[in-house]
Protein backbone atom coordinates (compact mmCIF):
# COMPACT_ATOMS: atom_id res chain seq x y z
CA UNK A 1 0.00 0.00 0.00
CA UNK A 2 1.23 2.79 -1.02
CA UNK A 3 2.38 5.60 2.20
CA UNK A 4 0.50 8.93 2.65
CA UNK A 5 -2.53 7.86 0.47
CA UNK A 6 -4.85 10.81 -0.42
CA UNK A 7 -8.25 9.70 0.79
CA UNK A 8 -9.67 12.62 0.39
CA UNK A 9 -8.93 12.81 -3.21
CA UNK A 10 -11.31 13.62 -5.65
CA UNK A 11 -14.55 15.57 -3.64
CA UNK A 12 -17.35 15.79 -6.22
CA UNK A 13 -20.80 16.97 -4.55
CA UNK A 14 -23.64 14.46 -5.29
CA UNK A 15 -27.51 13.94 -4.69
CA UNK A 16 -29.52 11.80 -2.82
CA UNK A 17 -31.30 9.57 -5.02
CA UNK A 18 -32.35 6.37 -3.61
CA UNK A 19 -32.52 4.89 0.02
CA UNK A 20 -33.69 1.62 1.07
CA UNK A 21 -33.66 -1.27 3.60
CA UNK A 22 -33.36 -4.47 2.45
CA UNK A 23 -33.40 -8.09 3.85
CA UNK A 24 -31.38 -10.87 2.44
CA UNK A 25 -31.76 -14.69 3.92
CA UNK A 26 -28.72 -16.34 5.36
CA UNK A 27 -27.23 -20.01 4.57
CA UNK A 28 -28.10 -21.03 7.68
CA UNK A 29 -28.51 -19.34 11.27
CA UNK A 30 -25.76 -16.68 12.23
CA UNK A 31 -24.79 -17.17 16.15
CA UNK A 32 -23.17 -14.82 18.59
CA UNK A 33 -23.26 -14.18 21.91
CA UNK A 34 -26.02 -11.83 21.87
CA UNK A 35 -28.05 -13.75 19.65
CA UNK A 36 -29.00 -15.17 16.62
CA UNK A 37 -29.99 -14.26 13.16
CA UNK A 38 -31.08 -15.58 10.01
CA UNK A 39 -31.21 -12.38 7.68
CA UNK A 40 -28.86 -9.55 7.10
CA UNK A 41 -30.52 -6.45 6.84
CA UNK A 42 -29.45 -3.70 5.33
CA UNK A 43 -29.62 -0.05 4.27
CA UNK A 44 -28.58 0.98 0.92
CA UNK A 45 -28.39 4.48 -0.59
CA UNK A 46 -27.87 5.55 -4.05
CA UNK A 47 -26.54 9.08 -5.48
CA UNK A 48 -26.20 10.64 -8.79
CA UNK A 49 -24.31 13.32 -10.23
CA UNK A 50 -24.34 13.75 -14.06
CA UNK A 51 -26.05 10.75 -14.89
CA UNK A 52 -24.06 8.59 -12.88
CA UNK A 53 -25.09 6.79 -9.99
CA UNK A 54 -22.93 5.83 -7.18
CA UNK A 55 -24.10 2.47 -4.79
CA UNK A 56 -22.96 1.80 -0.61
CA UNK A 57 -24.37 -0.45 1.69
CA UNK A 58 -24.47 -0.61 5.56
CA UNK A 59 -25.54 -2.66 8.24
CA UNK A 60 -27.66 -0.97 11.02
CA UNK A 61 -26.25 -2.33 14.50
CA UNK A 62 -28.26 -3.05 17.48
CA UNK A 63 -25.48 -2.99 19.74
CA UNK A 64 -24.91 0.84 18.95
CA UNK A 65 -28.28 1.49 19.10
CA UNK A 66 -28.78 1.92 15.38
CA UNK A 67 -31.85 0.07 13.52
CA UNK A 68 -32.50 0.14 9.46
CA UNK A 69 -35.58 2.15 9.84
CA UNK A 70 -33.36 4.84 11.64
CA UNK A 71 -30.41 4.81 9.28
CA UNK A 72 -32.57 5.00 6.43
CA UNK A 73 -34.48 8.58 7.85
CA UNK A 74 -31.32 9.55 8.61
CA UNK A 75 -29.94 9.41 5.22
CA UNK A 76 -33.23 11.02 3.68
CA UNK A 77 -33.47 13.58 5.52
CA UNK A 78 -29.74 15.14 4.17
CA UNK A 79 -30.47 17.94 2.38
CA UNK A 80 -28.46 19.35 -0.88
CA UNK A 81 -25.08 18.45 -2.67
CA UNK A 82 -22.95 16.42 -0.34
CA UNK A 83 -19.46 15.51 -0.81
CA UNK A 84 -17.58 13.05 1.93
CA UNK A 85 -16.25 15.87 4.07
CA UNK A 86 -19.39 17.61 4.33
CA UNK A 87 -21.05 13.92 5.38
CA UNK A 88 -19.05 14.02 8.43
CA UNK A 89 -20.26 16.98 9.08
CA UNK A 90 -24.00 16.13 8.60
CA UNK A 91 -23.98 12.55 10.26
CA UNK A 92 -21.93 10.95 13.31
CA UNK A 93 -20.09 7.78 12.19
CA UNK A 94 -22.18 4.91 12.10
CA UNK A 95 -24.12 3.10 9.37
CA UNK A 96 -25.84 5.67 7.70
CA UNK A 97 -22.96 7.52 7.31
CA UNK A 98 -20.75 4.48 5.88
CA UNK A 99 -23.98 3.73 3.12
CA UNK A 100 -23.59 7.20 1.70
CA UNK A 101 -19.83 7.93 2.23
CA UNK A 102 -19.60 4.23 0.18
CA UNK A 103 -22.10 5.56 -2.35
CA UNK A 104 -20.18 8.52 -3.09
CA UNK A 105 -16.64 6.49 -3.70
CA UNK A 106 -18.25 4.23 -6.33
CA UNK A 107 -20.13 7.73 -7.88
CA UNK A 108 -16.06 9.63 -7.74
CA UNK A 109 -14.65 5.90 -9.50
CA UNK A 110 -17.45 5.85 -11.65
CA UNK A 111 -17.33 9.42 -12.92
CA UNK A 112 -13.54 9.46 -13.29
CA UNK A 113 -13.76 6.20 -14.93
CA UNK A 114 -11.18 4.08 -12.65
CA UNK A 115 -10.84 2.26 -9.70
CA UNK A 116 -12.02 3.83 -6.20
CA UNK A 117 -8.14 2.42 -5.24
CA UNK A 118 -6.90 4.32 -6.90
CA UNK A 119 -8.58 7.34 -6.02
CA UNK A 120 -7.72 6.67 -2.43
CA UNK A 121 -3.75 6.30 -3.67
CA UNK A 122 -3.77 2.97 -1.47
CA UNK A 123 -2.25 1.05 -4.59
CA UNK A 124 -4.20 -1.94 -6.41
CA UNK A 125 -6.33 -4.31 -4.60
CA UNK A 126 -4.32 -7.61 -4.32
CA UNK A 127 -6.57 -10.89 -3.69
CA UNK A 128 -6.44 -11.81 0.00
CA UNK A 129 -7.10 -14.74 2.46
CA UNK A 130 -10.65 -14.07 4.55
CA UNK A 131 -11.76 -15.43 7.97
CA UNK A 132 -14.74 -17.71 7.48
CA UNK A 133 -16.63 -17.61 10.61
CA UNK A 134 -17.83 -20.67 12.90
CA UNK A 135 -20.92 -19.67 14.70
CA UNK A 136 -21.55 -19.74 18.52
CA UNK A 137 -22.30 -23.06 19.42
CA UNK A 138 -21.03 -26.77 21.47
CA UNK A 139 -17.70 -27.61 21.15
CA UNK A 140 -18.75 -30.66 19.10
CA UNK A 141 -21.03 -28.46 16.75
CA UNK A 142 -18.40 -25.81 16.04
CA UNK A 143 -15.77 -28.84 15.43
CA UNK A 144 -18.32 -30.70 12.63
CA UNK A 145 -18.77 -26.90 11.55
CA UNK A 146 -15.41 -26.14 10.83
CA UNK A 147 -14.71 -30.18 9.68
CA UNK A 148 -17.12 -29.25 7.17
CA UNK A 149 -14.81 -26.57 5.21
CA UNK A 150 -11.42 -28.22 5.06
CA UNK A 151 -11.20 -25.75 1.99
CA UNK A 152 -11.17 -22.85 4.02
CA UNK A 153 -7.75 -22.22 5.84
CA UNK A 154 -8.63 -19.54 8.21
CA UNK A 155 -11.32 -19.38 10.51
CA UNK A 156 -12.83 -17.29 12.88
CA UNK A 157 -14.45 -18.78 15.98
CA UNK A 158 -17.35 -17.22 17.74
CA UNK A 159 -17.31 -17.82 21.75
CA UNK A 160 -19.78 -16.99 24.30
CA UNK A 161 -18.38 -17.03 27.79
CA UNK A 162 -18.72 -20.33 29.88
CA UNK A 163 -17.19 -23.32 28.03
CA UNK A 164 -14.96 -21.51 25.14
CA UNK A 165 -11.92 -23.20 26.50
CA UNK A 166 -13.46 -26.52 25.44
CA UNK A 167 -14.57 -24.88 22.32
CA UNK A 168 -11.34 -23.95 21.40
CA UNK A 169 -9.73 -27.04 21.54
CA UNK A 170 -12.44 -29.12 20.22
CA UNK A 171 -12.16 -27.03 17.02
CA UNK A 172 -8.22 -27.15 16.96
CA UNK A 173 -8.09 -31.00 17.12
CA UNK A 174 -10.67 -30.60 14.51
CA UNK A 175 -8.26 -28.50 11.93
CA UNK A 176 -5.15 -28.49 12.86
CA UNK A 177 -3.87 -27.42 9.71
CA UNK A 178 -6.28 -24.11 10.11
CA UNK A 179 -5.11 -21.01 11.03
CA UNK A 180 -7.87 -19.62 14.03
CA UNK A 181 -8.73 -16.37 14.99
CA UNK A 182 -11.64 -16.37 17.98
CA UNK A 183 -14.10 -13.25 18.96
CA UNK A 184 -15.69 -13.47 22.27
CA UNK A 185 -17.98 -10.63 21.46
CA UNK A 186 -17.66 -9.01 25.17
CA UNK A 187 -18.38 -12.17 26.77
CA UNK A 188 -15.85 -13.05 29.05
CA UNK A 189 -15.66 -12.18 33.14
CA UNK A 190 -12.49 -10.65 34.74
CA UNK A 191 -12.42 -14.05 36.80
CA UNK A 192 -12.15 -15.77 33.23
CA UNK A 193 -9.87 -13.83 31.27
CA UNK A 194 -6.65 -15.38 32.34
CA UNK A 195 -7.88 -19.12 31.96
CA UNK A 196 -9.35 -18.59 28.57
CA UNK A 197 -6.34 -17.13 27.31
CA UNK A 198 -4.25 -19.30 28.18
CA UNK A 199 -6.72 -22.06 26.55
CA UNK A 200 -6.36 -19.88 23.34
CA UNK A 201 -2.52 -20.05 23.40
CA UNK A 202 -2.61 -23.64 24.56
CA UNK A 203 -5.23 -23.97 21.07
CA UNK A 204 -2.51 -21.80 18.77
CA UNK A 205 -5.29 -18.94 18.54
CA UNK A 206 -3.65 -15.99 16.43
CA UNK A 207 -6.25 -13.03 17.72
CA UNK A 208 -8.68 -12.78 20.40
CA UNK A 209 -11.19 -10.38 19.63
CA UNK A 210 -13.19 -8.17 22.20
CA UNK A 211 -12.70 -10.63 25.42
CA UNK A 212 -14.32 -7.94 27.55
CA UNK A 213 -17.07 -5.23 27.56
CA UNK A 214 -16.18 -2.26 26.19
CA UNK A 215 -17.24 0.01 29.32
CA UNK A 216 -15.08 -2.83 32.00
CA UNK A 217 -11.78 -3.50 30.19
CA UNK A 218 -9.43 -1.84 32.12
CA UNK A 219 -8.12 -4.96 33.05
CA UNK A 220 -6.51 -5.90 29.83
CA UNK A 221 -4.01 -3.30 30.63
CA UNK A 222 -2.59 -5.36 33.65
CA UNK A 223 -2.48 -8.95 31.95
CA UNK A 224 -0.04 -10.63 29.92
CA UNK A 225 -1.60 -11.26 26.67
CA UNK A 226 -0.35 -14.59 25.46
CA UNK A 227 -2.66 -14.37 22.25
CA UNK A 228 -2.89 -10.68 20.85
CA UNK A 229 -5.99 -9.11 21.68
CA UNK A 230 -7.91 -7.09 20.01
CA UNK A 231 -10.37 -4.37 19.71
CA UNK A 232 -14.02 -4.35 18.15
CA UNK A 233 -16.74 -3.01 20.36
CA UNK A 234 -13.94 -0.80 21.96
CA UNK A 235 -12.64 1.08 19.01
CA UNK A 236 -15.11 2.88 16.90
CA UNK A 237 -12.96 5.43 15.07
CA UNK A 238 -9.59 7.37 14.81
CA UNK A 239 -10.38 10.23 17.82
CA UNK A 240 -10.86 7.15 20.65
CA UNK A 241 -7.80 5.02 18.85
CA UNK A 242 -4.95 5.88 21.49
CA UNK A 243 -7.11 5.28 24.67
CA UNK A 244 -6.90 1.98 23.27
CA UNK A 245 -2.98 2.23 24.00
CA UNK A 246 -1.61 -0.59 26.66
CA UNK A 247 -5.05 -2.52 26.87
CA UNK A 248 -4.92 -4.06 23.61
CA UNK A 249 -2.95 -5.14 20.71
CA UNK A 250 -4.86 -4.92 17.61
CA UNK A 251 -8.03 -3.29 16.25
CA UNK A 252 -11.09 -4.10 14.26
CA UNK A 253 -11.40 -1.48 11.55
CA UNK A 254 -15.33 -2.18 10.20
CA UNK A 255 -16.97 0.51 7.80
CA UNK A 256 -20.08 0.49 10.16
CA UNK A 257 -18.20 1.96 13.05
CA UNK A 258 -16.29 4.61 11.63
CA UNK A 259 -18.92 5.91 9.05
CA UNK A 260 -17.84 5.07 5.87
CA UNK A 261 -14.49 4.55 4.24
CA UNK A 262 -12.98 7.97 4.13
CA UNK A 263 -12.90 7.43 8.09
CA UNK A 264 -11.91 3.69 8.02
CA UNK A 265 -9.02 5.03 5.48
CA UNK A 266 -7.82 7.64 8.39
CA UNK A 267 -7.94 5.40 11.46
CA UNK A 268 -5.65 2.39 9.57
CA UNK A 269 -3.00 4.78 9.02
CA UNK A 270 -3.59 6.21 12.49
CA UNK A 271 -3.33 2.71 14.19
CA UNK A 272 -0.06 1.78 12.27
CA UNK A 273 1.21 5.02 13.77
CA UNK A 274 0.30 3.78 16.75
CA UNK A 275 1.96 0.47 16.54
CA UNK A 276 -2.01 -1.43 16.42
CA UNK A 277 -2.42 -4.60 14.30
CA UNK A 278 -5.17 -4.46 11.68
CA UNK A 279 -8.04 -6.40 11.35
CA UNK A 280 -10.45 -5.11 8.53
CA UNK A 281 -14.03 -5.94 9.68
CA UNK A 282 -17.62 -6.02 8.43
CA UNK A 283 -20.89 -6.77 9.33
CA UNK A 284 -22.90 -9.84 8.00
CA UNK A 285 -24.00 -8.48 4.57
CA UNK A 286 -23.88 -8.58 1.06
CA UNK A 287 -21.07 -8.26 -1.20
CA UNK A 288 -21.83 -4.51 -1.66
CA UNK A 289 -20.79 -3.58 1.50
CA UNK A 290 -17.49 -5.70 1.66
CA UNK A 291 -16.11 -4.56 -1.11
CA UNK A 292 -15.29 -1.08 0.18
CA UNK A 293 -13.83 -2.45 3.36
CA UNK A 294 -11.06 -4.27 0.78
CA UNK A 295 -9.24 -0.78 -0.02
CA UNK A 296 -7.80 -1.24 3.78
CA UNK A 297 -6.60 -5.05 2.92
CA UNK A 298 -3.29 -3.87 2.03
CA UNK A 299 -2.67 -2.88 5.17
CA UNK A 300 -4.57 -5.21 7.71
CA UNK A 301 -3.10 -8.51 9.18
CA UNK A 302 -6.46 -10.27 9.09
CA UNK A 303 -9.38 -9.71 6.60
CA UNK A 304 -12.95 -10.57 8.28
CA UNK A 305 -15.32 -9.83 5.23
CA UNK A 306 -17.07 -13.51 4.56
CA UNK A 307 -20.10 -11.90 4.90
CA UNK A 308 -21.22 -13.11 1.26
CA UNK A 309 -20.08 -16.58 2.37
CA UNK A 310 -22.99 -16.37 5.05
CA UNK A 311 -26.04 -15.70 2.53
CA UNK A 312 -28.20 -17.72 0.73
CA UNK A 313 -28.14 -15.73 -2.14
CA UNK A 314 -25.98 -12.28 -3.10
CA UNK A 315 -25.79 -9.44 -5.24
CA UNK A 316 -25.00 -9.83 -9.09
CA UNK A 317 -22.54 -9.73 -9.78
CA UNK A 318 -20.79 -10.62 -6.31
CA UNK A 319 -17.14 -10.50 -4.76
CA UNK A 320 -15.03 -13.66 -6.16
CA UNK A 321 -14.24 -15.83 -2.74
CA UNK A 322 -12.71 -18.97 -3.88
CA UNK A 323 -11.26 -21.19 -0.58
CA UNK A 324 -11.84 -18.07 1.32
CA UNK A 325 -9.49 -15.93 -1.00
CA UNK A 326 -11.30 -12.65 -2.56
CA UNK A 327 -10.59 -11.32 -5.58
CA UNK A 328 -11.30 -7.45 -6.02
CA UNK A 329 -14.95 -5.88 -6.34
CA UNK A 330 -15.67 -5.48 -10.52
CA UNK A 331 -16.69 -1.87 -11.03
CA UNK A 332 -20.31 -3.58 -11.90
CA UNK A 333 -20.68 -3.67 -8.05
CA UNK A 334 -18.61 -1.01 -6.35
CA UNK A 335 -15.84 1.08 -7.12
Not at 38 to 66: F, K, N, S
Not at 87 to 100: C, F, I, K, Q, T
Request: proline share 7%.
Amino acid sequence: MAEGFDFMAKELPAQIVDVRAEAWPLARPFVIARGAKTEAHVAVAEVAADGVIGRGEAVPYARYGETVDDAVAAIKALQGPLTRTSLASALPPGAARNAVDCALWDLAAKRAGTRAWDLAGVGTIAPCLTCYTISLGSPEQMAADAAAVPHLKLLKLKLGGAGDDARMRAVRNARPDARIVADANEAWSVEQLAPFLAAAASAGMELIEQPLPADADDALASIDHPVPICADESAHTSANLFSLIGRYDAVNIKLDKTGGLTEALAMAQAAKTAGFRIMVGSMVATSLAAAPALLLSGLADWVDLDGPLLLARDREPPLTIVDGVISPPAPELWG
